[in-house]
């Protein structure tokens, strides 16, 4: 498989709000590396408040070409080895250690807008090279 880009949730809210360097740095991947994960769709999902959203989102993958990556058993097995590590220490929730999961099983690169939000992975040598923040 091709060397995945994998976009968080504040990535695809910045776009949706008409932030044109998210736009930009979307657009800016090559098709073929443009993903997201199943959790961040999920969570693009729940924050909807009506049908037309739900659409949009919908639009949006497809349109861009966002590969999703579904919860395998390994990412679910290492979210919960970093829930146990860092869950109360940082505050990480089950969707960032799934997300986070997903993208080291995978040894993908992270794009994000909000790095504060990730100050737990820092910890994690393997996990500060796949972290980029691609626009801010």
């Known amino acids: 498989m091709d060397t995945l880009t994998v976009l968080d949730t504040a990535v695809c809210i910045d776009h949706f709000r008409g932030l044109e360097a998210a736009t930009a740095s979307i657009q800016a991947l090559p098709v073929a590396e443009r993903a997201t994960t199943d959790v961040t769709v999920m969570a693009l999902y729940q924050g909807a408040a009506n049908r037309e959203q739900l659409t949009t989102i919908g639009q949006f993958l497809e349109r861009y070409h966002v590969t999703r990556l579904p919860v395998v058993t390994a990412a679910s097995q290492r979210a919960v080895a970093l829930l146990h590590d860092y869950g109360l220490a ?18 993908y ?28």
Do not use: F, K
Not at 90 to 107: K, N, Q
Not at 116 to 135: A, E, G, I, K, N
């Open 109 to 136: 690169t992270l794009v994000t807008s909000n790095l504060r939000h990730l100050s737990w992975q820092v910890h994690l040598c393997d996990w500060r090279r796949t972290v980029r923040c691609r626009y801010a």
């Open 90 to 107: 940082h505050g990480l929730r089950i969707p960032d250690a799934l997300m986070a999961a997903l993208v080291l099983e995978g040894d």
